[in-house]
């Protein structure tokens, strides 16, 4: 019986792994993170490219002053990035 493919199936597996799932994971509970982080008042950035101040959290949506007095109701986890001002 050969033992090498078997080897190379494990190699590769691990390395599918170490290469893919880890990262994924890892930029996963950091958004997360985030998202259990956001206050009133932070700056923020969305998936899309729009900045702006967050001016009221609910569950699931954020409403984002782009500009005084025009905002935004925006879904919570389009939020990419805090932004330092």
């Known amino acids: ?5 078997l080897v190379w199936m494990i190699l590769m597996l691990g390395a599918f ?25 932070d ?3 969305t998936m899309g490219g729009i ?6 959290l609910e569950d699931e949506v954020i409403d984002l002053e782009v ?6 109701r ?3 986890s389009a939020v990419s990035r805090k932004v330092q001002v």
């Open 1 to 5: 019986m050969n033992v090498l493919p």
């Open 17 to 41: 792994y170490v290469l893919l799932v880890r990262p994924q994971r890892r930029q996963m509970t950091a958004h997360r993170e985030l998202m259990a982080s956001l206050t009133v008042g």
């Open 43 to 45: 700056e923020v950035m």
């Open 51 to 56: 900045f702006g101040r967050i001016n009221r």
């Open 67 to 72: 500009s005084p007095g025009t905002s935004l």
């Open 74 to 76: 925006v879904a919570r």
